[in-house]
């Protein structure tokens, strides 16, 4: 095991034998009360003498019935006008950035996160789900309307599964090894799970790509095919134990592997001039990884000490190859690309509450030390066709970081309608890289918040939030690599910084009683040091810092229960997100969208449960798009049309189990490449042009769920 790993699990070991020590006063971390469903709120309710009158909406297990959930996540998926913000991409942990909690108290897990935390709590151990203001709650960094999931064991154990088999008309290899088996169990005092996933993907598309000259004359013709065959298997459980002084221990913890293999082949007629030729792309990853994290929490003078400990290690072999031979009999070409990356996260969070000026305080230190360790192997084939290593500057490095960060959370009621949290804070950063082109350098940065949240009336809330942020790099832009599919090379830069930005946004949250409810956000991100491809000094480009860039839009979800006006089980969801970005090109100067950005994303869903029966039908449309992928000396344009749309059938009582089948992708829609190479970008000379449009076919999946 990692050496931290094995530090980690000695810690874990002694916060378990301190969780019986005595304390001064009640665990802080409290589920927080209920109002009725249609979110009018009923008078506060109390748990250990602390009142929670800032909960929008309060649902029962009984209001999900008619889904026949096997879990918390089948119910939470289904709160009208609430959508799951996974969250886990900050530095170290910080501040809350999920929009879920369980029992009061954030997820402190990262990969493992809120999807698998619901997944593996049984429907028996939930109590209740409640929509609550985040900026009302002693938990820096949440605002808006956030789900907090209660839950208490049922003393026995009991036990979920989940088999999906899917098949493709479009040649994809059958996927029969996709599903989940997890048990909990626990008593008065205690909490456990423990899931078994295997998560496989089975996909592929096939069609023609045209190559164009830079006059626009056909030079080429590709018929190709590409399979992409992965298998994520994780083993991830939880403990959690309250004390009877009220101490609070939770572990979590998944250990796993990701298998992935991609072959891509492209049959190609050239030219008079150029041979035919076959062209295989092979790409292969062979992963393990890890994380663990615990937390503990104990009363301290007059206040709640909650103490974070969190590792997480992934080791990623990978292997690329592109091979190309020629009808005439020519030498074959091509190149082989080996990768070997060490990534791992190490963290030490705490977190001091404690009541004062009329509101609650936080104080969070924290210390993180992340690295990546890669060495890579860059081999190409002569003249005659064998493979000979090629030198790779920049290829193999070490890059490794040391943080130290601090905060001070406020929070407190303005008036019985009002809550306010207000946070300050910085973070100091050292930033090392290895090798010729490496360098060590240090960074101190601002960081904070200001959130109000309003309850307006019975039906209406509305948030706010201004927020100084500081980004997470990715140590993997530091390192020299090649992309041998696309024949695209980065080369390496150390002068990275994180970028840092100013965030707005606003939320307003409309309950329409028995007929639904509707969220909408508004927002606006200034943000300096960006990352995106910039010309690096001696040739060569990388992901780099520009000075200033913007994103602002509009999200929202919209939930629509039609049984008041007497279609009874009709229910629609949908959600919505669109924005608009600016940045100026490092290239040309002037101003263009943010390089590969989700700028558009829409998914409707309309489902019918016929009332007396086991049987419901539903069908589901979902449609996106990105910006191109701009690079120096290329742009992309990936784009997938028409959109996507699926059907199901569903019987939640098939000898105790729930059967569904789906069929997929009834408009076919289509993996569409269009990509301009340019010999100059600057001054618009095209060396050549691709066009690729590829099928994938109709989709057929059978789910079965089922609990013991």
Known sequence: MHPMGSRFILMCSAASVVCGMPAAAQSAAEPVAAPTSSGSPTPASTLDGATAPDTRATFTPADFERFAPRNALDMAQQVPGFTIREGGNDRGLGQADTNVLINGRRISGKSNGPVDALQRIPVEDVVRLELVDGASLDIGGLSGQVLNVVTQSTGRITG?????AEWRSSGVPFRWGDGQVSLAGGGEKTEWTLALENDAGRRGDAGIERVFDGAGDLIDTRQEK?????????LSGSFARTADNGNVLNLTGQVGGNLFDQREVSERTGTISASDRLREFTSSEDEFNYELSADYSFALGGGQLKLIGFTRYEDSPTRSEVLTTFADGSAPDGSVFVRDADEGENIIRSEFSFAGLGGDFQFALEGVRNFLDINSAFEERD???ILQPVDFEGATARVEEDRAETSLTYSR????????????GGEYSKISQSGALGQTRSFQRPKGFVALDWNANSSLDLSGRIERQVGQLSFFDFIATTNLDQDRTNVTNSNLVPPQSWLFEVEASQSFGDLGSLN??????DISDIVDLIPIEGGGQAPGNIDSASI????????????????KGLRLDTEIEYSESEVLDP?????????????????????????GSPWAIGAAFFADDNRANVRLDEIADRTESPGFLRVFIENKDVFGLTLRGRIANLLDRRNNLDRTIFTDRAAGIVEFREERRRRFGTIFSVDIEGSF
């Open 413 to 424: 009621a303005l008036s019985p309608k009002v809550q306010l949290q207000v946070s300050v």
């Open 587 to 611: 290239l040309l100067g002037t101003p263009r969208e943010i390089s590969n950005q989700r700028y558009l994303e829409f998914e409707a869903e309309l489902r019918q449960d016929f009332t």
């Open 383 to 385: 003249d005659s066709g």
């Open 520 to 525: 909408l956000r508004g927002f606006y991100e």
């Open 226 to 234: 590409s399979n992409f065959n992965g298998d994520r298997m994780t």
């Open 160 to 164: 979920q599964f989940r088999y999906s």
């Open 552 to 567: 602002y839009g509009l999200s929202g979800e919209l939930t629509l229960l039609f049984d008041p006006i007497g279609i």
